[in-house]
Every structure is written in C-alpha cells, then in structure tokens.
C-alpha cells in the first residue's frame, strides 16, 4: 500500500508541477529531460518539434535558453544524428507555419506529386523536398485527397 500511495502522490505532485508552467515552459522541461541522460528520447522529440508551429517553437526554444542556459538546436545537435538530426534541426530553424487546417485540394494535389517524385523510382529519397513539404504542415492538404 506504501508504493501505491508513494506513486500516487509522486504523480499528483507531477501533474500540480505541470499546470504551474506555461505550454512553452512545459515542452521546454520536457525536451531537456528526453536529452539530458544517455538514451535520447526521440519520440519526445518529434512529438515537440515536429507538431509545433513556428511561433510555438520560438517560444519553446526560448524557454529553454532562459530555464535551462542552454541552446536548444545546439543540444539536438549533440545528441542525434544523420537525417533525423538535419530534419529537426530545419523544424527549429524555419518552423512550420501557424495553420488553420484548411485544405487547399489544389495544393493538395501538387504536394502529393511533389512527395511521390522525392522518392519514386530512386537510390534514395530528396530529403530537402520531403522537409520542406513535411515543414509547411503538407500533412494537413494531404489529408483532402
């Protein structure tokens, strides 16, 4: 019965702790803690960056300088690598843009030929083409096809 009230209360004092911060401040203390120990957390990480519009990630990126006293690409930098590295470092540096969902059919339409000739019949794929559709939220105008 300790250890249930023992983590009862722990997760209480977690979720309390949570709703003290500001959005930005949250994601901020989350990014840092998936980085901090040995085993990046990279689910967190494209969970944050990937899923945050421009603006969101400004505000984040500055929390953690401010909490943290730290640079929040030059921590991506360090601990991840290769194309994963280089997408998110883009996230971060151009963002996606603030969105409101709607879907343009005929962008729609351009976007999926754009994705399909990044990878189609190749060694390979066009990674800038793919990050830059997957930054500018074509995820959103895929979803009217």
């Given amino acids: 019965m300790e250890d249930v009230e023992h983590d009862?209360?722990?997760?209480?004092?977690?979720?309390?702790?949570?709703?003290?911060?500001?959005?930005?401040?949250?994601?901020?203390?989350?990014?840092?803690q998936c980085?901090?120990?040995?085993?990046?957390?990279?689910?967190v990480l494209i969970e944050i960056i990937c899923f945050r519009?421009?603006?969101q990630i400004e505000?984040?990126?500055?929390?953690y300088t401010d909490e943290f006293k730290r640079d929040l690409n030059d921590d991506i930098v360090s601990e991840t690598s290769g194309?994963?590295?280089?997408?998110?470092?883009?996230?971060?540096?151009?963002?996606?843009?603030?969105s409101d969902l709607k879907i343009d059919h005929s962008q729609a339409k351009i976007d999926a030929q754009r994705l399909y000739n990044a990878g189609d019949d190749k060694l390979g794929t066009d990674k800038p083409v793919l990050q830059k559709l997957c930054r500018r939220g074509v995820y959103a105008s895929l979803g009217g096809l």
């Fill in 53 to 55: 519009n421009g603006p």
């Fill in 8 to 32: 009862i209360s722990f997760n209480f004092k977690q979720l309390a702790e949570a709703m003290l911060l500001l959005p930005e401040e949250f994601d901020a203390k989350e990014l840092r």
């Fill in 59 to 63: 505000k984040i990126s500055t929390a």
């Fill in 83 to 98: 194309s994963f590295r280089d997408f998110l470092c883009a996230c971060i540096k151009d963002g996606r843009p603030a």
């Fill in 35 to 43: 980085m901090k120990y040995p085993g990046t957390r990279e689910a």
